[in-house]
Every structure is written in structure tokens, then in C-alpha cells.
């Protein structure tokens, strides 16, 4: 669910494993854990959403959990619709509960809802010049699709932030200015780079579409997205992410030897493009996980669980006030780190707290 | 919580391109827990499916949280299926009976012509949209938040009318296949706000000629729209398009008089 829904609910679990099997309306007030408030007075239920996620986390960890699976926490409206009535909530909420109600078949306005962190974003993305432009001269990346601006706690819709900055603010001057700037002599279909990526991607079409294996894309699909989920999740450690390292080039081969990508390249084929992202999303993987590993400190969404300090993320900023770009060295080759040195003039570094 | 799962049977139309013909196909769907969304039912089919070398059902989807647009078939002979203001990604499996049959077709309009099984062409919206679907602002240079006040009514209103997302439930439930609906949304949606003056007009004559252009029947009032709509909207959208349309058109008349061309 959004996290706009946090402005209003207040997030819980049962002080006790043994009330995690009861109805939320059995647990009496003083056996609950609001477990935000609790750690983070200050900020409560608005603590950013890499300290939410990993408190749900850690929670739930603690066989705290609630619902099918014990993966969930309440978000309860009790209080907010006592103090500002139904009416007002639905103002604010209704689409949400209402999809809510959709999803669970339970009615949020009467039971808490039950929520969990999900892969949803991922902090970074293309590297792009001040102009927003990427390492291929004219490709311009804007939006949530290039690294320039979010962080660790990218709030709900706050993406619309680097949408509207990069459209409103940059592109126009930027874009235009390359166009006017730039030469851009006539192309045609018979350039020898266009051959090339023609070819390019026939062979991996028809590649895919020769293996007819055993496996489909979305079980390989799945599989990956468990490696990402357990092992480069909202907690990492060094043994884990070497452990990742190991499983994603074999699944990357089993993807390569035995997967089953039904029908022709001819036609609107549906499996033959998730097939196409599902390699794609095998090299990322890879390299995500490797960037884990690189950087030994907890920043922000990047909780190194070797990196803590009383529970929250230890940064290093003398080894690591850096972005990192990776560089494409070609296929089956080490990507090539590019440090970007994050210098702060005015505003310094200083740790958060939230408590 | 977890009820046991559902057995049912699906009918799938299956078209193998554009201008193959096609037909209704039997499916078993088993063991679907009621908790499943209706496409989720359908990526199980297909797994099944592939598994023992047969062709997946092609169909659209993308965001699968109900606002983008993409999902939409008839179910049953319904638009998205038979929970009112719910997109097909938002239908879940509860809303069946162990044992149901299911008829499962694409949108049936001539404006939008079957790509593949359920995936039909909706390009004809694109090119409404392109003929007046926008403002034209200036960029960089930002204002005041508050220097362009808009009544609660109107952001209401203009809100209303962009929940549209484009997905041709609308057309689809249209006996004329009517694209009015859609483009009545986005002409209400732009002309309450105050971005949206400067190209009021000019917008509704441009969007309404686009729509006509393509082949989508004409508006006879029957309502269904506004029934199979996922986000609710009111055909009250369509007297708004009517008559900004009209003005424009009068508009015109008397400019082409004004030049001498009358």
C-alpha cells in the first residue's frame, strides 16, 4: 500500500507471539507494540521508510508477525477515525482502502491493515551528467530511471519530485540546448552500428527461442527475485551476498541452457520479451550484488548488517562518500568502478537520528 | 484464511494474430486460491500451459495496483468483470464459485483490433490524445504555489475525470463501441482547470474530430460506459465535451465569416 497511509495509521504488532493468532480487536491496548513510536519518539510512524522496512523487519523476524505467514504488521486507522471521523479518513484514504479492501477482502475502516515492505524502487540508476545526459551522447535519462537524486528514504510519491525537477527545471534547457548544439548527421538503416544491433539482437532471439528447455521464464524469474529478496534484501551481510554471487551465475547458465521460451519470433510473443528482461535483470543482479559487496558500510536502503551501531546504519564516510558508477567492460567481464565523489560545501555529512 | 482452491473452467478466445480468425478455446483453471487476482489465475494457466508445450494466453498488463490501464477483457460478458469500479489486476478469485465456467474475450471494437488472443491495438486512443489531450505550458520558470487559485468544486471535478486510465472498458461495453466516454474524460478533466482554458475550445473540436476519424461508433446515450467504467465515470463528462464542442464549433463559424471564407 501507499506509504501516504502512515500520516494517519499507526503501525503495530502483539507484544506476545502467542496473540498473533488472535483477532487485532482481542489484543487489549497495553499488549500492543507500537513498536515506530517506541523506538523513534520523534518521529514515529513517519520514521523513513528504510527504518520502517527494517523495523517490520525485525519485528517480524521476532515471530511478531501477523496473518497468513507471520510477514505482516497493522496499520490501524482506530485512532485517526476517532479523532477525525470516517468521513475524513475516506477523504484522504478512500482509493487506498478501498483497493485495500479489494486485495484482502477486509475492511480497513473496522480491521487494521496488514502490510509489509516490498521491493518497490531501487535507489540509483542511469548515470547521467549534469545535463542528464548518459555516457551515449543524446541518450538523456530522467525520472527515477537515472541516479541522480534519491536516497535511502525516498518518501511515497516523492518520485513525482525528481519527475517534475528533471521536466520542468533541467530537460527543457538541457535537451534543447543538445539539439541546437550537436550535429547530427543523417542515418539510415544501411549504417553499419544499425546492422550490427540488428544482428545483435536476431541472434539472442533466436538463441532464446532454439533453447526450449525445461524451465519458464517466470519460475527462473522467481527464483532470482528469491536470491535478490533473501540475500540483497533490507538486511545484507558479507556471507550472504558471496552466496549470491555463487547462485545468480548458475541460474544465469540454467536460464541460458534450459529455458522454454514457447512460439516464434514472428508474432506479439509476450514470453520472448519477459525472457529478454529476465537476462537483463540476471546481469543486474549480479552487478547489484556486487556493489553490496564493494561498499562496507550501511548507507541509507544499504544495510550492511556488519555495519551497525546499536541498531542503526554505521556509514563510512572517510572510505566511502561516493557513488558508485559501474561501467559495462563487455559480456562476461568485471564491471569497472567509477567513483563519483560526493563533496558537501555547505551542508555536511552527519548521521540521522530519528529517535 | 486459505480457503481450498477453486476448480473452474475457462473459455479463452485464442487468435494466433490480426486478421487470423479465431476462436473460443476450453481450459481446465485448477486449484486457484481464492486470494489470486484474476490475472494472476491467468499467469498459472499459462504456466501450465508452457509446461506441457502449449502456447501461453497473450494478454495485457502492466502496473497490476489498478491505475495504469493496461489489463482489460471481458469476463463473462462484462468489462473487466462483475465487480463494479474494478479493473481486471483488481478482481480477485473470491468473486467466483468453485465449479464456475468463465468466458474470457478481448474488447470487441473495430477501433481496436486484436493483436493476439485478449491483447487488442488501443492505439486509437494514443492518437485522440495527441490531437488535443494536453496543455500547452511554459517550462522553467516556476510560479507561486498559490498565484492560480482553483475552487475545491472544479480540482474536484477535473480530479473525477482524470481517474480515467485509458483501458476502453468503455468502448468495449458500447453497443455503437463508442469512444465517448474516454474522450468526454479528458476534455472534462483539462477544461476545469485554469492550465486548460488557453486550448479549451480548440481542444474539444480536435480531440472529437480524432475520435470520429477513427472507427469508434457514435454516443446513442446508453450508459453502459459509465457502468463498466473501473474508475466511475460519469457520462456527465460526455454533456461537458458536447457542449465545449458546440462552442467550438460556432467559434469557428464566426472566424471563417469574419475572413470573408463564410
Known sequence: MSESLRNDGRVWVPKKKEDCGKKPGEIAEEDRDYYLERKYPSFGNLSPRDIASRAAKEVCDEGRGVGPGGRGVYLDFADAINRLGESAIRERYGNLFEMYARITNENPYKV??????????????????????????????IGEANFSDH??????????????????????????????????????????????????????????????????????????????????????????????????????DEFWNNVNVPGSGAELNQSLEKAGRVADFLDFAELMVTDALHREESCGGHFREEHQE?????????????????????????????????????????????? | MSAGGLNLTLHVWRQSGPNKAGKIVDYP??????????????????????????????????????????????????????????????????????????????????????????????GAFDRIIQAGGFISAPTGSPQDANSLPISKLDADEAMDAAACIGCGACVAACPNASASLFTAAKITHLGHLPQGQPERYRRALKMVTQMDLESFGGCTLFGECQEACPKGISIDTIVQMNRDYIVAAANEREEKAEMGAG
Open chain 1, 151 to 252: 536516497g535511502a528514504n525516498r518518501l511515497g510519491a516523492s518520485a513525482l519530485m525528481q519527475g517534475l525537477a528533471d521536466g520542468y527545471f533541467v530537460l527543457p534547457y538541457t535537451v534543447g540546448n543538445y539539439l541546437a548544439s550537436a550535429k547530427l548527421a543523417k542515418v539510415t538503416a544501411d549504417h553499419p552500428e544499425f546492422k550490427a544491433a540488428v544482428d545483435k539482437v536476431q541472434a539472442m532471439t533466436d538463441k532464446l527461442l532454439s533453447i526450449k528447455g525445461t524451465r519458464t521464464v517466470d519460475s527462473i524469474h522467481r527464483e532470482l527475485g528469491n536470491i535478490m529478496w533473501e540475500k540483497c534484501g533490507m538486511a545484507r551481510n558479507e556471507k550472504g551476498l558471496k552466496e549470491a554471487l555463487e547462485l545468480i551465475p548458475k541460474l544465469r
Open chain 2, 29 to 122: 483453471a485448477t486449484n486457484i486460491s481464492p486470494e489470486m487476482s484474476f490475472l494472476e489465475m491467468l499467469d498459472t494457466v499459462n504456466e501450465g500451459l508452457i509446461t506441457s508445450g502449449q502456447e501461453p494466453i497473450a494478454f495485457d498488463h502492466d502496473c497490476r495496483e489498478g491505475i495504469c490501464g493496461s489489463c482489460g477483457v471481458m469476463i463473462n460478458g462484462a468489462a473487466h468483470g462483475p465487480m463494479k469500479q474494478t479493473t481486471a489486476c483488481q478482481l480477485h478469485m473470491r468473486t467466483f464459485n468453485n465449479g464456475d465456467e468463465i468466458w474470457i474475450e478481448p474488447w470487441r471494437a473495430q477501433a481496436f483490433p486484436v493483436i493476439k488472443d485478449l491483447v487488442v491495438d488501443r
Open chain 1, 310 to 355: 546499536e541498531g542503526e546504519a554505521k556509514r563510512d564516510d572517510e572510505k566511502f562518500a561516493y557513488a558508485a558508477a559501474w561501467e559495462y567492460a563487455g559480456e562476461g567481464k568485471a564491471p569497472i568502478l567509477n567513483k563519483e565523489p560526493l563533496v558537501f560545501d555547505n551542508v555536511h555529512l552527519s548521521t540521522r537520528s530519528y529517535k
Open chain 1, 112 to 141: 487494521p491493515m496488514r502490510i509489509y515492505p516490498a521491493v518497490h524502487y531501487t535507489m540509483g540508476g542511469l548515470w547521467v551528467d549534469y545535463n542528464l545526459m548518459s555516457t551515449i551522447p543524446g541518450l538523456h535519462v
